[in-house]
């Protein structure tokens, strides 16, 4: 399946894993927060890098304190107007200096892909049937923002303080 | 005023850009209108009865001349020829074509102005002190504060998604002009004990709609520097814990009652201490230029006159204008005049498009070329020379906008009603017309005084009518219209929610129901100088219930 990574259309290599079952022989295994809290130590004996799923009512402290575990934190958008993931990312990012891959997958449509890279996201899994080579665009639509959110960006408040 | 620097501009027209394309692929079919309808929400445009509704933004309530003018242009070449000032100080046009949306924010970006955010479950238009920087109470001129938070909260990447819609209003006065008591955040800039030092006191949880709350001081008192830090913090502790399964239970009122206002205190003050010293934090500098841009107009030192001499005018009909609709300045030979947009000619709050111009036109002449919306719906000139102010009074007059009935029970607030939005239950626009009808006799609207009457047209409260004086408020009962009475609310320091006073009324029937309560209190109060609203609290509903409901 192919998905958008810092701004490219790529071909992921991240397999999702049903609750109990075994990782792919090839490939990362995606496996739900609950399941990792489970059996972590058995998923813990695995070599190849390993991701988790969560839902948007996730305590990001306690995402947080087995992060060190996963390469990649997928968090699921159930429907674009549950806005919570925004705010897991931002504290993922700010509060608990998670560095690994975010993800948002679910509900994820073109014109959130903005203000998901801005609150750290760094991959993007669309919804169903939707164009990645329309979504790819969306991120060179403003070239100013208000506030220094987001990685790299000087905001506009930096900028005229400068000046 | 504010005057946008580049980034402003680039961000306003590559907003426009962004809407072009998210129309074409809403048209082309790339996108669902499901999936639409926020994009266009976050740009004002709402599916209404019979059209699309555009609300355009105007931060705070304050308008140029200039960009006045433009909103009568694009009345009359992308709307029919009118537009509708709303209760949060905003421009709404009910007429508008979807093909031609992005050109019309173009248009708007060309004057510095936008619809951003005006709808959708994010933070909207920031409201305030509509006598902001001319008030004769004002600690500090809170327009600043607002425009620091209107960037702040455009495009916010983290609160776009909101459980609701948020609201903030904030003001720098004594008196509480901007009802900061019923909105999600209320800001108020005050000094602090001891040392008299001017801070912000913060209030949560305010609000009208289904269930109406007062806010709570969750901070007394916190250095400016930390506008934006404690905003922010109230924001996340928001949107993580805000409830999301019920629409009508996702506002911060509920999450703040649910918690607790200490609590809720607790939280938001976990989440800024960590917070506090990020870039967020304002450093001086900015501040003092964000001042700067509110800098007073060059008054003319030598303008004279008395307000008092203005009121003794043998000019009668232009002395009960002064009396009513102007009020003092802060600065010796000025004064602050609203216009009402309360006439019999057209609904509350309606402006057409050649009105518009011939009032940016005055503007120019008698208020430095700026002018207010305010959240009772009407329009505020801030500096205008008493010895001008005669003439000024001619010049409304000759455009059928001399009203002189600020204040009285003919100032009514009201949404737009069944007429236009496919929320009401109910016609307003007709029953605030009735009404104007009842008491279109000055005398005795003069004879009843200050009192505030506000109407809805359904339980979301676009007219305010939990904080008017009087409320009425529009229901569907078995297919008909009709309407409940409330009584006793206000949106001032005072503020308070009016109760209903007995069964509802039909169409027909609610002027008289009026006419009764409002003869009941001029019957009741100790002397003429005892408001209606004072009347009503010192005697309980009981005497007001019994002559509204009585059988003839």
Redesign the interface.
């Known amino acids: 399946m192919r998905v958008i990574s810092e701004r490219r259309i790529v071909d992921d290599a991240w397999i999702s894993v049903e609750p109990g079952a075994a990782l792919p022989a090839a490939g990362h295994g995606v496996v739900a927060f609950s399941d990792w809290l489970a059996r972590k130590d058995t998923l813990r004996a695995t070599n190849s890098p390993l991701g988790v799923r969560v839902h948007s009512d996730v305590d990001p402290a306690a995402l947080a304190a087995e992060a060190p575990n996963f390469a990649l934190i997928a968090i699921e958008f159930p429907t ?5 993931g ?3 990312a ?1 504290l993922l990012r ?2 608990h200096g998670y560095r690994g891959d975010l993800r948002a997958v679910g509900h994820v ?4 892909l ?3 890279e ?2 750290g996201f760094t991959s993007f899994e669309l919804a169903p049937g939707k ?1 990645l080579e ?1 979504a790819v665009e969306a991120f060179a ?10 990685a790299g960006i000087t ?7 400068r000046a | 005023m504010y005057a946008y ?1 580049q ?2 501009q ?2 306003v027209h ?2 426009a ?2 809407f072009r ?2 129309v074409a ?1 809403r048209i082309s079919g ?2 669902t209108e499901n ?1 639409f309808k ?2 266009r929400l976050q740009n004002g445009l709402y599916m209404q009865l019979h059209a699309y509704m555009l609300r355009v933004a105007i931060p705070y309530g304050l308008l140029s001349s200039k960009q006045l003018r433009t909103l009568a242009h694009i009345a009359r070449v992308y709307d029919r020829g009118y537009g509708h000032f709303t209760t949060r100080q905003n421009l709404q046009y009910n007429w508008i074509d979807l093909k031609r949306m992005p050109d019309l924010l173009d248009e708007l970006a060309s004057v510095e102005m936008h619809a951003i955010q005006t709808s959708g ?1 994010c933070v909207r238009n920031i409201t305030s002190d509509p006598y902001a920087g001319v008030a004769v109470d004002e600690f500090e001129d809170p327009r600043p504060y607002a425009e620091l938070l209107r ?2 909260s ?10 609701r819609k948020f609201k903030i209003a904030i003001t720098g006065a004594e008196r509480d002009r901007a009802a900061i008591a019923v909105h999600d955040i209320g800001i108020r800039l005050v000094r602090r004990e001891g040392d008299g030092a001017v801070g912000l006191s913060f209030l949560v949880g305010g609000g009208q709609g289904r269930t109406p709350t007062l806010g709570a001081v969750i901070r007394p008192w916190i250095e400016k520097e930390h506008l ?1 830090s404690y905003t922010e913090a109230i924001l ?1 502790v928001y ?2 814990f805000g409830r ?1 399964d019920n629409l009508f239970k996702a506002r911060i009122k509920i999450l703040v009652k649910s918690l607790g206002a200490d609590e809720f205190a607790r939280q938001v003050d976990a989440e800024w201490e ?2 506090k010293d990020s ?2 934090k304002l ?1 001086s ?2 501040i003092e ?1 964000m001042k700067a841009f509110f800098a007073p107009p060059s008054y003319d030192s030598s303008a004279g006159g008395s307000l008092d001499a203005q009121r003794l005018s043998k000019n009668r009909p232009y002395a009960r204008w002064v009396e009513r609709n102007v009020e003092r300045h802060r600065v010796p030979g000025y004064a602050i005049a609203s216009i009402s947009l309360k006439t019999r000619d057209l609904p509350t709050g309606d402006l057409t498009a050649d009105q518009m111009d011939a009032v940016a036109a005055l503007a120019d002449e008698f208020s430095f070329g700026e002018l207010v919306v305010n959240h009772r719906q009407n329009l505020v000139f801030p500096n205008v020379r008493i010895d001008a102010l005669e003439a000024l009074w001619k010049r409304l007059e000759t455009l059928g906008l001399g009203l002189s009935n600020v204040g009285t029970i003919t100032d009514i607030v009201c949404c737009p009603g069944l007429d236009y939005c496919s929320l009401a239950n109910a016609r307003s626009i007709t029953v605030a017309s009735a009404l104007q009808e009842r008491f279109a006799d000055a005398g005795r609207a003069d004879e009843v005084g200050d009192v505030t009457l506000n109407i809805s047209g359904c339980i979301n409260a676009c007219g305010h009518h939990h904080v008017g004086n009087i409320g009425i408020l529009g229901i569907d009962k078995q297919g008909v219209e009709h309407y409940q009475l409330m009584v006793g609310g206000s949106h001032e320091d005072d503020a308070s929610f009016g109760k209903i006073l007995g069964p509802a009324f039909t169409q027909e029937e609610i002027p008289n129901a009026v006419d009764r309560l409002v003869s009941a209190y001029v019957a009741l109060r100790t002397s003429p100088e005892e408001r209606f609203l004072d009347t009503y609290r010192r005697l309980g509903d009981a005497p007001f219930k019994e002559r509204v409901y009585a059988r003839d």
């Open positions: 674009f107007k549950d806005g919570r925004y705010s897991i931002r700010d509060e449509l073109r014109d959130q903005l203000a998901m801005r609150v164009s329309s639509e403003f070239s100013h923002a208000y506030e220094a959110i987001g905001s506009v408040r930096a900028l005229r303080r | 620097d980034y402003d680039t961000l590559e907003r850009r962004q394309g998210q692929r790339e996108i999936e926020p994009l479950n960037q702040w455009t495009f916010h990447p983290e609160f776009a998604a909101l459980p934006l996340r949107n993580r999301r960590r917070i870039e967020l450093e500098s900015e230029s």
